[in-house]
């Protein structure tokens, strides 16, 4: 007898299951405060995030009028790392309805997956101190793997790790990058609308956009019929 592979549900972490912003900004900030720059803007800085921390130190200092050296930029981006892992939950907090959501989700017999660009011990840190770890059966860094997304891998081992199938997957992501592993996989991709991008939500090109997770299972539910018969 063939047994039907479940449905897995991948998602980001910053910016889509998590509001990381408050603890990722304060450790851009402790890094360049000794540099005489003054802390970022929130609304500009958050649209940083998605490139991950380097980036948000080399934008932050370009728009301070810096012109950074390379090893300037790791040694700031070490700085960085041990400031942010040791302030990872201050702040951060899921965004309203997740862990309701995560919830009905698995008892309806899907498979729940992290799939981030996040280095892979700091995923863990985070989801652990947030007490989400128990949510989900596989969490992967973008540090798991060879190459991070955009490239396919590291959503197509996270999907085989749950037990699952590309087939009967969808991918939930905040960034052009949650949609075009989304796309190299043939996966159907949800975005949320409330979390760290450059380009409109509505622009992504996600097959789905949400602005809360109570809607996220009737999105789901267009996209992956068979999450009812799991």
């Given amino acids: 007898m063939t047994t039907t592979p479940p449905p897995v549900i991948a998602f980001d972490l910053d910016g889509t299951l998590v509001d990381t912003a408050p603890d990722l900004l304060n450790a851009?900030?402790?890094v360049l405060e000794p540099l005489g720059i003054a802390p970022s803007d929130r609304a500009v800085a958050r649209s940083y995030i998605g490139g991950g921390a380097r980036l948000m130190i080399e934008r932050a200092l370009t728009s301070a009028g810096h012109t950074p050296e390379d090893s300037?930029?790791?040694?700031l981006n070490q700085h960085f790392l041990e400031h942010y892992a040791a302030h990872i939950a201050v702040g951060s907090r899921?965004?309203?309805?997740?862990?309701?959501?995560?919830?009905s989700l698995a008892a309806q017999g899907a498979q729940l997956a992290v799939c981030t660009n996040k280095k892979e011990h700091l995923a863990?840190?985070?989801?652990?101190?947030?007490d989400l770890t128990r949510h989900f059966r596989v969490i992967t860094g973008g540090d798991t793997y060879a190459q991070p997304k955009p490239d396919p891998l590291p959503l197509t081992r996270s999907v085989e790790l749950a037990g699952g199938t590309l087939q009967r997957a969808v991918m939930v992501g905040d960034s052009r990058t949650d949609i075009a592993v989304a796309r190299a996989c043939a996966v159907p991709?949800?975005?949320?609308s409330f979390g760290y991008t450059e380009i409109p939500p509505e622009e992504l090109g996600a097959d789905h956009l949400i602005h809360h997770y109570e809607e996220l299972e009737n999105a789901?539910?267009?996209l992956l019929p068979s999450l009812q018969d799991a």
């Fill in 28 to 30: 851009l900030d402790a």
């Fill in 72 to 75: 300037q930029l790791r040694e």
């Fill in 94 to 103: 899921p965004y309203p309805g997740t862990v309701a959501t995560l919830e």
């Fill in 124 to 130: 863990r840190t985070l989801l652990d101190q947030l």
């Fill in 189 to 192: 991709v949800i975005a949320v």
């Fill in 220 to 222: 789901l539910s267009a």
